[in-house]
């Protein structure tokens, strides 16, 4: 079933006011469970994932509240940057950048970019 022009404009904000007027949903990031409160229409707008988190039968769907213990806030933070901005955050933390990247075993220079 194709999916109409109609369906998609019904779906997606057409501005961040009307984004900022659908509700907020608690995203649990880490063992630790850090809390990010995030406006519902981003995530579903950004994430195939927290589209159908939040817009399915699911309980989480239900409380707007998600947990995610396998990922790190420093993953979700740039996430977050993303979707609010469009832009990713500045390098100042190359160690960071290098964890999150998966290049933990590339020599560093022992300053920030």
Request: proline residues 4%; contains cysteine; negative net charge.
């Given at each position: 079933?194709?999916?109409?022009?109609?369906?998609?404009?019904?779906?997606?904000?057409?501005?961040?006011?009307?984004?900022?007027?659908?509700?907020?949903?608690?995203?649990?990031?880490?063992?630790?469970?850090?809390?990010?409160?995030?406006?519902?229409a981003?995530?579903?707008?950004?994430?195939?994932?927290?589209?159908?988190?939040?817009?399915?039968?699911?309980?989480?769907?239900?409380?707007?509240?998600?947990?995610?213990?396998?990922?790190?806030?420093?993953?979700?933070?740039?996430?977050?940057?993303?979707?609010?901005?469009?832009?990713?955050?500045?390098?100042?933390?190359?160690?960071?950048?290098?964890?999150?990247?998966?290049n933990?075993?590339?020599?560093?220079?022992?300053?920030?970019?």
């Amino acid at each position: 079933m194709a999916t109409s022009m109609a369906d998609l404009a019904d779906a997606v904000p057409y501005g961040l006011g009307d984004a900022m007027c659908e509700g907020i949903a608690v995203i649990e990031i880490g063992p630790r469970h850090k809390k990010y409160c995030v406006h519902r229409a981003l995530l579903t707008h950004h994430s195939e994932y927290f589209c159908k988190a939040l817009n399915g039968p699911w309980k989480e769907a239900q409380e707007g509240r998600i947990a995610i213990e396998d990922i790190g806030t420093e993953e979700f933070n740039i996430f977050i940057h993303w979707i609010y901005t469009q832009t990713f955050p500045e390098l100042h933390d190359i160690e960071a950048w290098d964890r999150i990247l998966g290049n933990s075993d590339l020599p560093h220079s022992g300053r920030d970019i």
